[in-house]
């Protein structure tokens, strides 16, 4: 449903709330017929909602509210207005698809059907199975239950029993032992392959532009947490339409290849006449499907040029105001002035993925939020390596199987087989907080509740000053404190306490 | 804000709201306190969207997220909503 859109003062709106119902005059007629709008105060975001009843062809009328006093078109006969929460303007679907709002516009609201996700579902004779496991008090995982339900129908059921008192006996041998060091037997079981692997970039399947940190250094990004990997790049999967369309993925590609003026078009700048001119490459603007309005529009949001001459392939501006220094920055900047694209993606290529048989497209930068924006996209399986654009755009679970998801691939891209619940307790701890902690002093290790622990990690004196300012009481839970002091550790057989509790009378 | 659910992607796990009447036994199952549930910010992208179809959540509330795992199949995991996440 297609809806209007306005700017507006806060008094405006003041006056409007005060007086509903009224009728409020602006300088805009409405095209269609519109029952809802809405008003926005600062430029990017919608705080109000009006219903309208009515849209009236402007006249003098008494009990007007004036939007402005001149070039009034129209009449709204406004019926209820309410403040709903912020919403931002690129939740709207506008016809001429711009980021700020200045007067008025005509758009219509996302509608994003929200649901919860059932994937997991279990069959009815698994179901079965699990309820006869939990009625005997074993805790049997999904995985093998799935397993189990051929033998239930097999097997007679005194059998069946013993199968399932047999598996969960088997289960519970195999379970870590309480007060086991998991994680120095993670960090370990990481590290030592980590001793193998290579230390360099690869490039990306022959394409030579474009490289993919692999081996150790990508492992070490993963594990720091760091705000921009060295490499950021997606992998975009496409929409049944797009998947198998070679022309339409091409037109997608350089759509998404961020293209700035001077990758199409020579700037020359003519010190004698204070004149640049914007000098267009056929070829490579051809190659890129940039065309003169692409490049005229993109310049039309600069301010303070004046358009000089204007032909076939060169566009000679000038300044408002003549300064040299002027001149040189205004050169710079349009050097940088985008056209077309995505912002930071700065290549893409497609390639036929044998597995899915369609189309799929890879990047070099990587722009989650835009890109699953762009129609053709499949919004539900696109995703970058960068975990901590995943941790902002869909979440920290998500984060945390992008951590799992890179760490294994990384790992088993050279070969390495580490076990996937080392990789799983990495990623469970990173994400513990509610957001991605590197491991490390500025992480995990630097937030440990025990003072000794930590100061025994790194920068002991700044820790121990600070709990000696502070006053803080270390329990001597940990390893670290207990070897600290001579304590047996609270680990294994050393975390048993004895504890007397004097005689019952 | 964009067009597409969070909760559709593949990476995203199962999130639940798990009823207040549930919590109590959630937590006597797991043994543990509030406190020491891993936590959740109020301005993830999947607590967004789990209140367009809950309502406004508050902080204290217990999601239920139903992982996949290579292991064990599936798994439920719990996580705490907090106010802010750091």
């Given amino acids: 449903m297609i809806s209007l859109i306005w700017r507006d003062t806060k008094k405006n709106v003041e006056l409007i709330s005060k007086s509903v119902p009224c009728a409020y005059a602006i300088d805009y007629m409405p095209a269609d017929k519109i029952d809802t709008a809405y008003i926005s105060t600062d430029k990017q975001n919608v705080d109000y909602e009006v219903k309208i009843s009515e849209i009236l062809k402007y006249e003098p009328m008494d009990d007007l509210i004036f939007k402005r006093k001149t070039g009034l078109k129209a009449i709204l006969k406004i019926s209820s207005i309410r403040k709903i929460n912020r919403v931002p303007i690129s939740e709207f679907d506008m016809e001429e698809g711009f980021k700020e709002l200045t007067s008025f516009a005509m758009g219509e609201k996302y509608q994003v059907d929200y649901r919860e996700k059932e994937a997991f579902s279990l069959s009815p004779e698994a179901k079965e199975v699990l309820e006869d496991a939990e009625s005997k008090g074993y805790d049997i995982p999904v995985s093998l239950v799935n397993k189990l339900v051929k033998y239930k129908k097999s097997l007679p059921y005194n059998k069946y029993e013993k199968l399932l008192k047999r598996v969960d006996l088997e289960l519970k041998k195999r379970e870590i032992d309480p007060f086991e060091a998991v994680g120095i037997i993670a960090a370990q079981s990481i590290g030592e392959p980590g001793t193998q692997m290579t230390m360099r970039t690869f490039h990306f399947a022959g394409v030579v532009e474009m490289n993919v940190t692999l081996g150790l250094p990508r492992l070490i990004e993963i594990v720091d947490a760091r705000r921009i990997p060295s490499t950021p790049s997606m992998t975009i999967y496409l929409t049944e339409k797009y998947r198998k369309n070679e022309e339409k993925v091409r037109e997608l590609i350089k759509n998404l290849e961020n293209t700035t003026i001077i990758d199409v078009a020579d700037i020359i700048t003519d010190v004698g006449d204070m004149s640049l001119t914007i000098k267009i490459d056929r070829n490579k603007s051809r190659e890129r499907l940039v065309s003169m309005g692409d490049i005229l529009s993109a310049l039309e949001k600069r301010k303070g040029i004046i358009y000089n001459e204007i032909d076939e392939d060169s566009i000679s501006i000038k300044l408002q105001q003549e300064s040299f220094k002027m001149l040189y920055q205004v050169q710079e900047q349009l050097k940088s002035t985008p056209i077309k694209g995505v912002n930071k993606i700065s290549r893409a290529i497609a390639r036929i993925d044998a597995k899915e048989d369609a189309w799929v497209i890879y990047t070099q930068g990587s722009n989650l939020r835009e890109v699953l924006n762009i129609e053709g996209v499949d919004s539900n399986r696109t995703t970058t390596n960068d975990i901590i654009e995943i941790e902002n755009v869909f979440g920290i679970e998500a984060a945390r199987n992008a951590i799992y998801r890179e760490a294994e691939n990384t790992l088993s891209e050279q070969g390495l087989n580490v076990d996937k619940r080392h990789l799983m307790l990495v990623a469970d701890m990173m994400t513990f907080s509610g957001t991605v902690r590197a491991v490390g002093r500025q992480g995990i290790s630097g937030r440990k509740s025990s003072v000794l622990a930590r100061a025994a990690f790194e920068i002991t004196s700044k820790h121990l000053l600070k709990a000696g300012l502070l006053g803080e009481i270390d329990p001597l839970a940990g390893v670290a404190e207990n070897i600290i002091v001579g304590q047996p550790i609270t680990l294994g057989t050393g975390a048993i306490d004895l504890v007397y509790k004097g005689n019952k009378k | ?86």
């Fill in chain 2, 1 to 86: 804000m964009s067009k597409f659910n969070v909760l559709e992607h593949e990476i995203v796990p199962e999130h639940h709201l798990v009823p207040v009447e549930e919590e109590e036994s959630v937590l006597t199952k797991l043994n543990v306190t509030k406190d020491d549930l891993p936590k959740i910010g109020i301005n993830d992208p999947t607590i967004k969207a789990l209140e367009e179809i809950h309502g406004k959540l508050v902080p204290g509330r217990i999601v239920k997220i139903i992982r996949k795992s290579p292991t064990a199949g599936y798994y439920e995991y719990y996580r705490i909503i907090v106010k802010s996440v750091m």
